[in-house]
């Protein structure tokens, strides 16, 4: 009877401590890997970077960079743009796969159109982080944002200030057969339906830049009616308040994209005559988030396929806040340091909330 409590108590002990280890094993892949990346070279490919919050996604890439360059966790890094040609685009990413880098971020700019050249990176083992826009190559692994939630948010914060009464609603798109076009009006179609009472009276694409978004929202509006809502992608509220201005039309509710010009007009028009909107949007430096998920694989994390990155809102009382950190002509930014990162593809992982960006003190 003895040697049979001694067995139990024996095998009750090797499988607490087996159970112990596992959780220890558990934990020990939470957080940031550690394995050698010193030696590694992650390359960024980029679409388009002809308006500012591409420039400033591109320096934040080289910034961030930089710095784990020097505190020796990658060897180097380089950033190719195509001027939103695909076939370019592709070709830059075949050269890249030649020159031996290890891992390719990519702002694509088709989700089809790419998937040859991703996929012969992957067959040559390399690392391909696709972030803020779509592609369909199962290989890659990908970094966004939900853009249901993008719309769902401007439809929600127009129903808050309007209610359900009929409103007219006009949308400002991107850039015609960009990815991330395309998956943000899908979001605004299935917003809209949830709120019938709201007529899209017209849609233009504004290309992400304001000059580009008042001459073609100002070649719209004479064919409008009157306008209660401006829905956004970034880049273009502050172009679609001037179009209105000069067609001496009031300011419907525009949603903001989080630029300085439009967050300093918004100010204005509330100082002015307590005019309310709000503003959201992808942060350029989500090019970091893709840096990071990029090395963090190379260094041995178990990452989902998908990471969903927080957008980052501005509401009214922390307008005056944000205003304050972005320079004049720049977009509201947010750093993504490895530790935060680490906790974002954690939360990702564990089906948990992602962490929020915070407003500045």
């Known amino acids: 009877m003895n040697d049979i409590y001694n067995r139990t108590a024996i095998a009750l002990g090797v499988a ?14 939470d957080g940031v890997a550690t394995g050698d990346t010193a030696g590694k070279k992650i ?38 743009s195509a001027n939103n040609s695909v076939t370019e685009q592709a070709s830059q990413i075949q050269n890249l796969i030649l020159q031996g880098y290890d891992a390719i971020i990519v702002l694509a700019g088709s989700d089809t159109a790419l998937n040859g050249a ?23 692994y990908v970094v966004d944002y939900n853009l249901d939630s993008y ?6 914060f127009i129903k808050g200030k309007q209610g359900d009464k009929p409103a007219n609603i006009l949308e400002i798109r991107g ?75 009031d300011l419907p509710i525009i949603i903001m994209g989080n630029r300085q010009d439009e ?38 994390k178990k990452v ?12 009214q009382p922390d307008l005056d806040a944000w205003l304050k950190t972005v320079p004049e002509g720049g977009v509201v930014n947010a750093q993504y340091p490895q530790d935060l990162v680490g906790k974002i ?4 992982a564990d089906k948990t909330a992602l962490p929020a960006v915070p407003a500045p003190k």
Not at 18 to 29: E, F
Not at 118 to 140: N, Y
Not at 234 to 246: E, N, P, S
Not at 345 to 348: F, G, L, R, V
């Open 263 to 300: 967050l300093a007009l918004w100010k204005q028009e509330h100082d002015a005559s307590g005019y309310e909107t709000f503003s959201l949007g992808a942060t350029p430096s989500v090019s970091q988030v893709a840096f990071w998920v990029a090395q963090q694989i190379l260094a041995g």
């Open 151 to 156: 719309a769902k948010a401007e439809l929600d």
């Open 43 to 80: 390359a960024f490919s980029n679409s388009y970077a002809g308006n500012s919050f591409r420039q400033v996604m591109i320096k934040s890439f080289e910034e961030m960079g930089a710095k784990a360059k020097a505190d020796g966790k990658i060897a180097d890094t380089a950033v190719v």
């Open 16 to 29: 607490l401590l087996t159970t112990t280890s596992m959780v220890g094993l558990a934990r020990a892949a």
């Open 345 to 348: 593809i954690d939360a990702n």
């Open 175 to 249: 850039m015609a057969g960009d990815g991330f076009d395309k998956r943000l009006h899908d979001g605004v179609i299935k917003a809209l339906a949830a709120h019938p009472t709201y007529k899209s009276v017209g849609e233009v694409y504004g290309q992400w830049t304001a000059t580009v978004a008042q001459k073609e929202v100002s070649g719209i509006l004479p064919s409008l009616p009157k306008v209660d809502a401006v829905l956004t992608q970034g880049g273009d509220g502050y172009g679609a308040a001037q179009a209105f201005k000069a067609a001496k039309r």
């Open 118 to 140: 991703i996929k012969d990176a992957c067959d040559a083992g390399i690392v391909v982080v696709a972030f803020a826009s779509g592609v369909t190559e199962p290989c890659a």
């Open 304 to 315: 989902p396929k998908f990471v969903e990155v927080p957008l980052l809102q501005i509401n």
